[in-house]
T-cell receptor, first 114, second 116 residues
């Protein structure tokens, strides 16, 4: 158990819909990352938040957005869903300090768009 | 931009034998971190081992060790005494120096099968 908690574990939704994925980082971790894993694109970095502020942006679509709340949990919002958005979405966290810069992953949220 | 290359899409090894997974990377950074993550059929991403670029000594975690060649930008993973539970996808990953934008850049992965 990495200590990173993601909900829901599985989600099936229709095209055009909007979903929210939730993540609680490990205790003490200030950084939260979102990654997408799909068969054709592999593991892609989407976005990073540090202590409530956006720190880095990767290959995140404009239809996707995220935020980190004062209690450090994070949500990834996916809207106007398309079939190609079906993937495993990972949340990960780290301390982002010189000695604690290892990123730990949650179990992922499986999203199926039908 | 940094890139990570794993040239072996699939490998297999007999139980109790040793196997080495290859990884090369490209970066202009001097201080960075390298990781190997394991993804078993459950799909969870599990940290196997981590190497800090400024450390010359190769990292070791029980049966897992790395051969870090900084000049060659090579970071291979050696699994000794392979066990059936080692069957998984293995991803090599790069991260820039701490305190910066600390996202991981992953290779495409190597699927390792351990055969009884």
């Amino acid at each position: 158990d990495s200590g990173v908690t993601q909900t829901p574990k599985h989600l099936i939704t229709a095209t055009g819909q909007r979903v929210t994925l939730r993540c609680s980082p490990r205790s003490g971790d200030l950084s939260v990352y979102w990654y997408q894993q799909s068969l054709d694109q592999g593991l892609q970095f989407l976005i990073q938040y540090y202590n409530g502020e956006e720190r880095a942006k990767g290959n995140i679509l404009e239809r996707f957005s995220a935020q980190q709340f004062p209690d450090l949990h994070s949500e990834l919002n996916l809207s106007s869903l398309e079939l190609g958005d079906s993937a495993l979405y990972f949340c990960a966290s780290s301390q982002t300090t010189a000695s604690g810069n290892t990123i730990y992953f949650g179990e992922g949220s499986w999203l199926t768009v039908v | 931009a940094q890139t990570v290359t794993q040239s072996q899409p699939e490998m297999s090894v007999q139980e109790a034998e040793t196997v080495t997974l290859s990884c090369t990377y490209d970066t202009s950074e001097n201080n960075y971190y390298l990781f190997w993550y394991k993804q078993p059929p459950s799909r969870q991403m599990i940290l196997v081992i981590r190497q800090e670029a400024y450390k010359q000594q190769n990292a070791t975690e029980n049966r897992f060790s790395v051969n870090f060649q900084k000049a060659a930008k090579s970071f291979s993973l050696k699994i000794s005494d392979s066990q059936l539970g080692d069957t998984a996808m293995y991803f090599c990953a790069f991260m820039k120096r701490p305190g910066s934008q600390g996202n991981l850049i992953f290779g495409k992965g190597t699927k390792l099968s351990v055969k009884p």
